[in-house]
């Protein structure tokens, strides 16, 4: 099974500020990685499939990058419904893995 | 606009078997592949199974032993049984569509299933 390994658990960062996320996969899994994020009490929504591509209607702010076994999100220009918990998934190997999550806070 | 809703009990006692099922609106269940993944209170995700509209199936090896995914075309609905429950079961079950190549989307809301005498 891969691990997904994400960091920080936490980021406190300000409004308007820029967010880096960090997922680590425990062997290669390519280019076949997705972001979700998750608002309290509401399901996951798909951001990110492909390391790097948005998915419908996900605005411009949400970036993905990296290969292989590195990964990143990053959220430029933090708008306050971006506060939440971001997960990263793996569907190079079976079984599916997902990450611990992020959760990024309100400085 | 696909839209996914599961529903089934709430409350399972310990070693019984939990069953819930997913009707998908808004798409015809006969395309692309199905998928329930769970979530433990306050935990991450964990992917259960998936599961394609002519019976083809894949289930984590994690829980292979205990669960079951099935699929009702004619209602456009599948379902997940996961047999001899415990504590540690306790999680919000999401249904989602599996997309191979970008991952799962759309969820259903989820529902909370608690394993408890």
């Known amino acids: 099974e891969i691990v997904m390994t994400q960091s920080p658990a936490t980021l406190s960062v300000s409004p308007g500020e820029r967010a880096t996320l960090s997922c680590r996969a425990s062997?290669?899994?390519?280019?076949?990685l997705a972001w979700y994020q998750q608002k309290p009490g509401q399901a996951p929504r798909l951001l990110i499939y492909?390391?790097?591509t948005r998915a419908t209607g996900i605005p411009a702010r949400f970036g993905g990058s990296g290969s292989g076994t590195e990964f990143t999100l990053t959220i430029n220009s933090l708008q306050s419904e971006d506060f939440a918990v971001y997960y990263c998934q793996q569907y190079n190997n079976w079984p599916l893995t997902f990450g611990g999550g992020t959760k990024v806070e309100i400085k | 606009q696909v839209q996914l809703q599961e529903s089934g009990p709430g409350l399972v006692k310990p070693s019984e078997t939990l069953s819930l099922t997913c009707t998908v609106s808004g798409d015809s269940i006969s395309s692309y592949y199905w998928s329930w993944i769970r979530q433990p209170p306050g935990k991450g995700l964990e992917w259960i199974a998936y599961i394609f509209y002519s019976g083809s199936t894949n289930y984590n090896p994690s829980l292979k032993s205990r669960v079951t995914i099935s699929v009702d075309t004619s209602k456009n609905q599948f379902s997940l049984k996961l047999s001899s429950v415990t504590a540690a079961d306790t999680a919000v079950y999401y249904c989602a569509k599996y997309y191979f190549g970008s991952g799962f989307d759309p969820w259903g809301q989820g529902t909370l299933v608690t394993v408890s005498s």
């Open positions: 062997q290669s899994v390519t280019s076949n």
């Open positions: 492909g390391a790097s």
